[in-house]
Each structure stands twice: as C-alpha cells, then as structure tokens.
C-alpha cells in the first residue's frame, strides 16, 4: 500500500535521494519518477533513520517537482520509486488574469487544491492550451500559501475532468486531449461526462437493486401519456433530459375536484399558472421548447418542513482504497412557490439534524439515504462508462418512508457547502476527491508497468 511522507529538499546539484527507513523496497532503487518523467538517481535509505523523503535540488528541477510540496505519497515498482500521485484536473474558461486564472471559479478550486498536503497529492489545474506534446509536459496553475502561480510539470499520473459543462465537453479539441492522454499515454481519466437522465434511468431499471428507488420516468411522447400519469399520480416534473441547477423543471398539478391543471416552474421569479386543459397548459408553457429533449417524472409526495417540500443532497465518493464512501448529506428545502429546492429559486440548505429533531427519526433517515446512495452508486457504476470516482444524488423520502431517487450528478456542485454545519463535510468531499488518484495510480501503474511511466 503506498503511504504518504513528508518531502524536503536540500542543496546539491547531483541527482541523489534519501528515501525513508521504513519504505520497504524489493529491490535498491535506481530511478526516481514524477508523473511521466523518470531519472535515473543515487538512492539510498535515509542514513539518520528519519521517515522522511529526500530530494536534492538537482533532482527535484529535473523531475519537474515543484519545491512548495511538503508531503507526497511514494509507490514502488522494480526499481522504481514513483512520487506523486500528480494529478492533473483538465477544464475550460481560463481568464487572463493570474490573481483569478479560471475567473470565478478560482475559488472554488483554491479550496480543492488546498487540500494536497493532507492528502499527499500533487494536484494542478490545466486547460488544452497549456499542452507541449512534444515535450510531454503541462505549464499548470498550482495553488500556494502565496496564491496562484504556473509552473511546468509533466504529464500527470491521472486526469480528473471538471470541464464546466456540456457545450465544453462536446468540443473537439477536449475530445482530443481525453483521446490522446487515454490512448497515447495510458492516463487514467476520472469523472468524465455529464449524466443524461433518461440514459442513466433505463439503464438503473435493469438492476434489482436499484429498481427500488426509481420513479417513473419517460420521454415526453404525447399528451396521453402525461394524462395517464397525472391520473395516477396527482402531479408530475416535466425537465430538460440534459438539465442541471434545477433549469427548466416544471411541475404540472391536477386538481380532480375543479378538473383544473396547474403548472409551477421558475424564470426569473417563481410562477403558478392555472389552465383549464393540459393541451392548453402545453402550448402555452412549452411552445418555444422542444419537447422531444424532455422526459417526464412522477411526482412524490414529499416530507415537508414549514409546509415546503424537502429533497435531499447525498455526495458519494470514492477513497484511496477505491471504496464507495457517503461524504455529504444535506437536507434542501424548496422555495415558496418553486418547483425545485435550488437555493437560486428560494431553496434553503439545512442539516439533516435541523430537519429531525428526534435522533431515533434522524437516524432511521440517514441510514436508508446512504444506503440508497452506496447501492446506486455501485449500480452507475457497473452501468455506465468510464471511471466514476464522486456523484451527488438528489433524493426524495415520502410521506411513508420511501426513498427515490430524482437526479445522478457526475459533477455535483457545491451549493449546499455554504452552510456552516457542513464545513467538514465539504472539506471531506474535496479531499476524497483527490485521494481517489492514489487508487487509481496504483491500480495503472500494476497494470500497465513501464508503460504508465
């Protein structure tokens, strides 16, 4: 098992390190690795008997190895000691200013990579621009006690995608950076792809566990068959299959006794329309939207607190072993008059603990929410594409108990971290992420030998 260590540097321009006491090598190290760069070095076992890893200055500027790292997780392989893992998290929107270098989420990713010396990962932001193919190397954005700064680094040992959103994904030249780093270079690549609802539904409705917590969903289709549902089911959300933020959704109510439709949905502020048909309700709400990109969802009869709908925020992530762990949960409460519970439209976060008071209560809850969470996310899993390494749930609980699932989020946001009894939580979300890298570059490095190197 790869452990982490702290790193110092010390004045030398020969290419020597001190590795730790208790590093447990099969063979005496030749070589030192950095992501894709590899040298060759003078390796011994810390003379003083400190557990501490050693690198001269020589070495460390021909690695790439930038000096501010404190702590690192060390691999072995032959005779190689692997340092790192150096993680590289590929996006889009860089700004030209180097106090905010990806505009206003800087800060968002200020905080994840403030997490690297708790972790001992190197992690580093990059964009398709900041490539040298020739070179193998990437002039990546680090964040520092001093701030931000660049700085050139090789190829990393795994990709963690947080391309901001789909237009970016669908663009050629991020298709080609994902091609060529899986292909070309064996790096593994984390987190890729936005989930489309209806495609990640139809395939959860082939698992038996999964079956369990799903609400009827479809492909709009025809006016039929939102009758058959709303007959059944009293209210259904019609919402974009490619939706996210809570865009888009609209909830449609029908009222048996006045046989009267309601549409409740958010543009700009929050609207309840009253229509005497749906047809009517249709072509008057949706006629400049094409219908064929929408699905249709049965509609729950939530828990409510003070009257107002409550859903709830689960995070799941994967660790360094490469478990399936629950790092977040949070109740969202809706919006007066909102179809959804995004803080944008009124929503509100609050704690599980605020919502239930009563311990036995809260605990029940919490226990069936993260057992829904690690059962789904094992069935996505298994069920889609690509390596998953964190997905954000959005879950529904009855008024009998019942857990359903609304939305699977590949990116979740972090709306839901502005609330201060979630502190750790949030800062347990950011660190897994980064761990996850260690798992998967030991995984890599087994399979793939000298050619991850």
């Known amino acids: 098992m790869p452990k982490r260590y702290k790193i110092e540097f010390f004045e030398q321009k020969e290419f020597i390190c001190y590795y730790p006491v208790n590093f447990t090598e099969e063979k005496s190290p030749k070589r030192i690795a950095f992501g894709s760069k590899i040298v060759e070095a003078k390796c011994n076992k810390q003379p003083n008997g400190r557990n501490i890893i050693s690198l001269s200055t020589g070495l460390a500027e021909q690695l790439n190895l930038p000096r501010f ?11 190689r000691i692997i340092l790192g893992p150096l993680v590289g998290i590929f996006t889009s929107g860089f700004s030209q200013f180097p106090i905010k270098p990806i505009g206003e989420r800087s800060s968002l990713f200020s905080k994840l990579l403030s997490t690297h010396s708790s972790v001992g990962v190197v992690p580093f932001l990059f964009g398709e621009q900041h490539i040298d193919w020739d070179l193998q190397l990437v002039n990546g954005f680090f964040y520092t006690e001093d701030g931000w ?9 795994v990709i963690y995608d947080r391309l901001p959103n789909r237009r970016s994904e669908k663009l050629m030249k991020s298709k080609r950076v994902k091609e060529r780093m899986e292909k070309e270079f064996f790096i593994p690549w ?8 209806l495609d990640v539904y139809e395939r959860l409705f082939t698992d038996k566990k999964a079956i369990l917590f799903l609400p009827e969903t479809a492909p709009f289709t025809s006016f039929h068959k939102i009758e ?28 048996r006794k006045s046989n009267t439709y309601y549409c409740r949905y958010h543009d700009t502020k929050n609207h309840l329309l009253k229509f005497s048909s749906l047809e009517s309700l ?22 409510r607190d003070e009257r107002r709908p409550i859903d709830f925020r689960v995070h799941a992530n ?8 629950i790092s977040a949960i949070a109740a969202k409460v809706a919006g ?25 209560e809260r605990n029940k809850y919490k226990t069936k929410l993260e057992n829904a969470a690690l059962d789904l996310s094992e069935s996505i899993e298994k069920q889609l594409d690509g390596i998953i390494g964190e997905i954000g749930f959005d879950f529904g609980i009855d008024t009998k108990g019942n857990v359903w699932l609304f939305e699977a989020n590949s990116k979740p946001g972090r709306s839901i971290f502005s609330h201060p009894g979630l502190k750790e939580s949030d800062i347990l979300t950011r660190k897994l992420t980064l761990s996850y890298s260690i798992f998967l570059t030991e995984k890599h490095m087994k399979k793939y030998g000298d050619l991850f190197i």
Do not use: C
């Not at 400049?288 to 049965?298: F, G, H, I, S």
């Not at 994967?318 to 762990?325: A, C, I, T, V």
């Open 69 to 79: 790292v404190s702590t690192i997780t060390l691999f072995e392989s032959n005779d």
């Open 318 to 325: 994967k660790d360094e072993h490469g478990l399936w762990k």
């Open 228 to 255: 058959r549902m709303l007959s059944k089911y009293g209210h259904v959300y019609i919402k974009p299959m490619n939706g996210s933020l809570g865009l888009g959704v609209h909830q449609i109510i029908y009222d």
């Open 282 to 303: 249709i072509n008057n709400i949706f006629a400049k939207k094409d219908l064929n990109r929408m699905l249709v969802q049965q509609g729950i009869n939530l828990l």
């Open 336 to 360: 007066i008059g909102s179809p959804t519970t995004h803080i944008k439209t009124g929503g509100e976060v609050k704690t599980i603990e605020e919502i239930f008071i009563d311990s036995d």
């Open 190 to 197: 984390y987190n890729p792809g936005f989930f489309n609802k």
């Open 149 to 157: 700064t660049q700085m050139e680094v090789p190829f990393p040992n």
